[in-house]
């Protein structure tokens, strides 16, 4: 099934990227959860659109990602959640709570679904996390998870 995207899904294309997909794939997640339209002859209307308004909000150029990069990896953030008496969390630490507290320790602002997590995080400590700035530059840093 041919499909245009409206969001970035990791591993199959940015916004206004149009891709074939499996049907069950397209039906059941992408489709549903906001992440892609049906292509039509009609749609080829909002690719246009959507590829506009991906320019405006990407970085463009690898000399801003660096700059971005810089940033980041300058920044302290601390993330305070409720836990646990053996320092477990209630709940898991997401990439929108990760990306709050970059913008809120005073780091540039960082879009939510491009935060990288290894694993999710669901102990109190210092955990690594990656954020994709570019297609060719990541930034990594570490987000120290303390008691509230």
């Known amino acids: 099934m041919k499909i245009i995207l409206t969001h970035e899904v990791t591993g199959l294309g ?60 300058a920044v302290k953030v601390r993330l305070a959640v409720r836990s646990g008496d053996a320092g477990r969390l209630f709940g898991s630490v997401t990439q929108a709570d990760i990306a709050t507290a970059i913008k809120a320790a005073g780091g540039p602002e960082v879009d939510k679904r491009r935060v990288e997590l290894g694993s999710p995080i669901k102990t109190l400590g210092s955990h690594q996390v990656s954020v994709r700035l570019h297609p060719e530059v990541a930034a990594k840093f570490g987000v120290e998870v303390i008691a509230a």
Not at 31 to 44: C, D, H, L, N, Y
């Open 14 to 73: 940015t916004a206004g990227d149009v891709v074939d997909v499996k049907d069950g794939y397209a039906r059941n997640y992408l489709v549903p959860r906001g992440f892609a339209i049906r292509w039509t002859k009609g749609g080829e209307k909002d690719v246009a659109q959507i590829r506009r308004a991906r320019k405006i909000h990407e970085i463009a150029t690898i000399e801003q990602a660096n700059e971005v990069k810089a940033k980041l990896e």
